[in-house]
C-alpha cells in the first residue's frame, strides 16, 4: 500500500504530569502526526477547555526545533491551514470523558508529495509532549494520550521541504498601543496567526487594527479594523463545531469552555428534562447558560469562529509553492497590531508564522 499509519505510542495513562519523549525511528516521510488525548471526570464544575492539557507539543532534532506550540494553537494553525476540524469532545459531566486531538501536518495536505517531513535528513528525530491532566476539563485524574504518525509506505517521494510553523513573537496588549512585530526572512511564509487563547470577550475586543506591510512600510498588503477583517476571513473556512456536555448545579447562570471565539452560537438542551435552557450568545473563552431545572446533563453542539482567540491571515493564493510571500525580495516584513481600547491585558498576544522549509 502506498500510505500506513504508525501507533508512535498506544494510549498511555498521562495520570501524572510530566513531559513525554519518544523516539520517531521510522524512515518513510511523514505526512501528518496526531496527538489525541482522552480525560474523565469526578466532578461537573469546569475548570478550563480541556485543550488545556497539553501545554506544549515539540518536534526536533536536537537543538534544531521543528515545531513547538500549546495544544490550543496547534490546533487552530491545523484547522486554518488545511479547513479540516479534528474531533473535539467538550465533556464537563461526572463520569464522562473529553477528547481532543491535535494534527500537526507538514504538508499542505494529507499526503502531499512535495511537502513532508524526512526523518532521513536527521539523526535524533523526537516528539515531545508536555502534559497535566488539572489544567482542563473538570476535576480527574484520569487520562491517556495516542500518538500517531501518517506516513508514505511503498509510493516512493521526494519532498522538497516541509510545512514549518514556529512562534516568532508573544507580548502583554497595553490599551490602544501598536506592537511591531518583524517577520523572518529565512524561508517564504505561506500564512500568519496570532491571538490569546482565554480572553473574556472575541479577538477584536483584544486588537483592534492589523496591519501588513513589506519594504520598511511602502507597501501595505493588508491594512483592517479587526471587527472588519474577521469576518472577512472568515469566509474561507468553515465553522468550528464542539459536541459539549455540561450538567449546571442548580438554575442560576452556569459558565463552561468553548473553542470558538467569535460569532458563537450553543445549542444546548436538557437531556432529562423537557424544561427551558437559556443559551446565551457569546465571544471569548467561556460561555454561560441557566436552566430550569438543574442537576441534569445539557448537550448539543456549539459552533463559531477563531478557534481558541486565533486569527489567520494568508499570504499565499493557491496551492503552488512558489504563490507563497518571498519577503527576502522585498527586504523586510512587518506585522502591526494596535491594541483594543480595554484588552485583557493579563492574556499574552502569541505570534506564528507558516513557512516553506526547505531541505
Not at 138 to 145: D, E, S
Not at 186 to 193: F, G, K, T
Request: proline residues 4%.
Amino acid at each position: 500500500m502506498n500510505y500506513r499509519e504508525v501507533e508512535v505510542l498506544a494510549a498511555e495513562s498521562i495520570t501524572v504530569a510530566g513531559t513525554r519523549t519518544i523516539d520517531l525511528n521510522i524512515t518513510e516521510p511523514i505526512s501528518k502526526i496526531s496527538v489525541t488525548i482522552k480525560k474523565f471526570n469526578t466532578n461537573s464544575t469546569p475548570i478550563a477547555h480541556p485543550m488545556k492539557i497539553i501545554k506544549n507539543i515539540t518536534i526536533c532534532d536536537g537543538a534544531d526545533i521543528l515545531f513547538s506550540m500549546n495544544g490550543s494553537d496547534a490546533a487552530a494553525l491545523n484547522y486554518y491551514s488545511t479547513n479540516i476540524q479534528p474531533p473535539s469532545i467538550i465533556n464537563y459531566c461526572t463520569g464522562q470523558a473529553s477528547v481532543q486531538m491535535v494534527q500537526i501536518n507538514f504538508g499542505r495536505y494529507l499526503y502531499d508529495e512535495q511537502l513532508a517531513l524526512v526523518p532521513s535528513k536527521y539523526s535524533n528525530l523526537q516528539i515531545k509532549v508536555e502534559h497535566d491532566i488539572a489544567l482542563g476539563a473538570a476535576t480527574g485524574t484520569v487520562g491517556y494520550m495516542q500518538i500517531y504518525a501518517h506516513c508514505f509506505d511503498e509510493k516512493v517521494i521526494n519532498p522538497v521541504g516541509f510545512i514549518y510553523n514556529k512562534e516568532i513573537y508573544e507580548y502583554l496588549p497595553v490599551a490602544n498601543a501598536w506592537r511591531y512585530i518583524d517577520l523572518p526572512t529565512d524561508y517564504p511564509i505561506r500564512a500568519i496567526m496570532f491571538g490569546a487563547n482565554e480572553c473574556t470577550e472575541g479577538p477584536n475586543f483584544n486588537i483592534e487594527r492589523i496591519k501588513l506591510t513589506e519594504n520598511q512600510g511602502k507597501h501595505h498588503l493588508i491594512e483592517s479594523q479587526m471587527h472588519y477583517y474577521m469576518y472577512q476571513s472568515g469566509a474561507y473556512y468553515d465553522p468550528w463545531n464542539d459536541m459539549v456536555y455540561v450538567m449546571p448545579s442548580s438554575t442560576s447562570a452556569f459558565g463552561y469552555f468553548l473553542t470558538p471565539h467569535f460569532e458563537r452560537q450553543a445549542h444546548l438542551s436538557n437531556t432529562l428534562a423537557a424544561t427551558a435552557v437559556m443559551n446565551q450568545s457569546a465571544a471569548g473563552c467561556a460561555q454561560n447558560m441557566a436552566v430550569a431545572t438543574g442537576a441534569n446533563v445539557c448537550q448539543g453542539m456549539v459552533f463559531g469562529h477563531n478557534p481558541f482567540g486565533q486569527t489567520w491571515l494568508k499570504t499565499y493564493g493557491g496551492d503552488s509553492l512558489d504563490d507563497c510571500w518571498n519577503i527576502e525580495y522585498a527586504g523586510s516584513g512587518r506585522l502591526e497590531l494596535q491594541a483594543a481600547a480595554g484588552p485583557d491585558v493579563d492574556e499574552y498576544i502569541r505570534v506564528y508564522t507558516q513557512q516553506i522549509r526547505g531541505y
